[in-house]
């Protein structure tokens, strides 16, 4: 039995989104179960140590040329956000407590919505037109938050310190560029 892909992302991560169009494809391709674990990508980079791109200038002028060429290279549109970061918390807290097919098609509206319309996910106006003011009040619940972070420290337990990062059983497979790996490692 083909063991399932766990995608632990958060939609502030660029290189998540682009994970997250590409893992579709792969796992239906390799006839396999995708698991999204929404996570805060903030609160990982804090527990692990690791600093965010955002805060190294160099780095980020460089992600925004190579998310920039990866995006024409693979065909998915992406246009960098007037506003990065933005805050992304309570987005993550939505995709926390719906579960299945809503989350995949509410983790694509959010992905879409930041990496091609550029709208600020961090606004809770804008969320709400998003996922609606009913998902929007319900992940604010302390128990949703507390989920959300549990699923963080569980993806920094087995050894993620950013996102995306995929583990099929105990192999972990970090960034959009390791993808290849994982399916890889998945024909074996």
């Not at 995608?7 to 997250?20: G, T, W």
Request: glycine share 8%; proline share 6%; hydrophobic share 40%.
């Amino acid at each position: 039995m083909t063991q399932k892909i766990e995608f632990f992302y958060d939609v502030l991560s660029p290189y998540s989104y682009l994970a997250f169009c590409r893992l579709q494809g792969m796992a239906k391709r390799l006839k396999t179960e995708l698991e999204l674990r929404p996570v805060s990508m903030p609160r990982l980079h804090e527990i692990t140590g690791n600093t965010p791109p955002a805060l190294v200038v160099a780095r980020l002028a460089y992600v925004k040329k190579d998310i920039d060429a990866l995006g024409r290279y693979y065909g998915i549109p992406v246009q960098w956000p007037k506003l990065f970061p933005c805050r992304t918390g309570r987005a993550m807290s939505v995709l926390t407590l719906v579960e299945g097919g809503e989350r995949l098609q509410l983790t694509r509206q959010l992905f879409s919505a930041y990496w091609v319309e550029g709208l600020d996910i961090g606004e809770p106006e804008v969320l709400a037109s998003i996922v609606g003011e009913g998902l929007l009040t319900a992940a604010a619940e302390p128990s949703v938050r507390e989920q959300l972070q549990s699923t963080t420290d569980e993806a920094a337990k087995r050894g993620a310190f950013g996102v995306p990062t995929c583990f099929v059983g105990e192999h972990m497979f970090f960034g959009n560029d390791r993808l290849f790996m994982l399916q890889v490692h998945m024909n074996r």
